[in-house]
Structures are given as structure tokens and as C-alpha cells.
């Protein structure tokens, strides 16, 4: 396994981050718990944060971060949990 794809929503399919600050926010916490866990590369679409890691601490990132934006966007109702899919060699 090369890493692992990390996927995060809200349970209500809301837009994550509304403004420009909500955005920044987003960066800012994904970077900061990325940091420890090998974060790759992340991207916020509307709907959904996308992350990639090495390894094989794609579900703690995840978990972690959702954890993190709930608490500092006030997410209501959450997050609908982490999906996680492995990156293989080909």
C-alpha cells in the first residue's frame, strides 16, 4: 500500500465551509493535524474535504479532523463519518 485516500462530508450533504474564513479555517486544521500524521494533499469542495496520506494513518487523520472542524465550525449535525480507501501499487 502506498497510503490512503481519506474522505470526509456532513451528514446533511451541507457545504462544510460557507465563507472565506471557514475556508481558511478548514486549511488551517487540516495542516496542523496533517502535520503528525503524513498528510499529502487536501482539497475542499463544497460538500466534501478530501485528503491523502501515507501509510496507513488515514483513518486517524480523518477522524481527528472531523473532530476538529465540528468543535471550530460548529458543524450541526457533524460529520457522517471518514471513508478510507487504500492506495496500491499497481
Do not use: W
Request: charged share 25%; with cysteine.
Amino acid at each position: 500500500m502506498l497510503g490512503q485516500h481519506i474522505f470526509c462530508r456532513l451528514k446533511n450533504d451541507n457545504a462544510i465551509a460557507k465563507d472565506i474564513g471557514g475556508r481558511r479555517l478548514v486549511a488551517e486544521t487540516v495542516l496542523r493535524i496533517g502535520r503528525r500524521l503524513g498528510l499529502l494533499g487536501f482539497g475542499l469542495a463544497d460538500t466534501h474535504l478530501q485528503m491523502s496520506a501515507t501509510g496507513s494513518e488515514g483513518g486517524d487523520l480523518g477522524r481527528r479532523v472531523e473532530y476538529a472542524l465540528t468543535r471550530r465550525l460548529r458543524c450541526d449535525p457533524g460529520f457522517a463519518g471518514v471513508g478510507v480507501l487504500d492506495v496500491e501499487t499497481p
